[in-house]
C-alpha cells in the first residue's frame, strides 16, 4: 500500500520568515510527487516532480525530489499571510490512475 | 484552462433524503474523474475513480450502493449520496485528470445531513 507523510502536521511562523515542509512516501512503481495548496475550497496545483536533483521554482516558492531517498521538500521563503494554507503531497505510482495524499501540513503566517 | 466546478456549492438536507453532486471539466475533456471526501483538518480520502463510459472503481471500505457515481459524458461525473445520514456530513470534492497524473480539483461540496 502506498503512503504518504507529511511533516510537521502544522507551523506558525512569522511574515519574512522561511519555512520547509517535508513529505515522505513509499510507492510502488514510483512516477511522480505533486504539490497542493489548500486554502478554504479545494487544492490548487503547486508542482508536480518527477526526477531527483532538480528543483522546481516559481515566485517564492521551491521543491525538489530525492528519489533515493524517497523524499521532498517544499520551501516557502519570505512568507506572507497569504501563504497561510494547508500543503498537500501526493504520490502517483505507474500502475494507477489515483493519487495517495498526505496528511498535509497546516502553515499560518502571522504578521 | 483545466477549470473544474462542482455543484452545488453547499447542500443541507434532511436524514433520509438523497444528495446529488456534479463535477464539470469546463475547458477540457476528462476521461478520468476521482472523487474524495475530506473530514474537517484531514486531508483529501480517495473514495473513487470514475471512468466515462464504464463502472466507477471504489476504494476499499466506501459502499457503492451508497455512494453512486455516474461518468455519463468526457465533463460530467455525478456523484449521488443515497439515504444520507448524518455521518455522510463532509466536504466532497471532485477532480479531473486532463493530462496523466496531474488532476484538477473542483471547489468541492459541503454536505450537512440533519
Known amino acids: 500500500e502506498d503512503k504518504v507523510v507529511q511533516s510537521p502536521l502544522s507551523l506558525v511562523v512569522h511574515e519574512g520568515d522561511t519555512v520547509t515542509l517535508n513529505c515522505s512516501y513509499e510507492v510502488t512503481n514510483f512516477r511522480s510527487l505533486l504539490w497542493y495548496k489548500q486554502e478554504k475550497k479545494a487544492p490548487t496545483f503547486l508542482f508536480m516532480l518527477?526526477?531527483?536533483?532538480i528543483e522546481k521554482k516559481s515566485g517564492r516558492l521551491s521543491s525538489i525530489l530525492d528519489k533515493k531517498e524517497l523524499f521532498s521538500i517544499l520551501n516557502i521563503t519570505a512568507t506572507q499571510t497569504g501563504d497561510s494554507a494547508v500543503y498537500l503531497c501526493a504520490v502517483c505510482n505507474n500502475a494507477g490512475n489515483m493519487l495517495t495524499f498526505g496528511g498535509g501540513t497546516r502553515l499560518m503566517v502571522k504578521p | 484552462g483545466a477549470v473544474v466546478s462542482q455543484h452545488p456549492s453547499r447542500v443541507i438536507c434532511k436524514s433520509g433524503t438523497s444528495v446529488k453532486i456534479e463535477c464539470r471539466s469546463l475547458d477540457f475533456q476528462a476521461t478520468t474523474m476521482f472523487w474524495y471526501r475530506q473530514f474537517p483538518k484531514q486531508s483529501l480520502m480517495l473514495m473513487a475513480t470514475s471512468n466515462e463510459g464504464s463502472k466507477a472503481t471504489y476504494e476499499q471500505g466506501v459502499e457503492k450502493d451508497k455512494f453512486l457515481i455516474n461518468h455519463a459524458s468526457l465533463t460530467l461525473s455525478t456523484l449521488t449520496v443515497t439515504s444520507a445520514h448524518p455521518e455522510d456530513s463532509s466536504f466532497y470534492i471532485c477532480s479531473a485528470r486532463r493530462d496523466f497524473p496531474e488532476q484538477f480539483f473542483g471547489p468541492g461540496t459541503r454536505l450537512t445531513v440533519l
Open positions: 518527477t526526477s531527483s536533483g
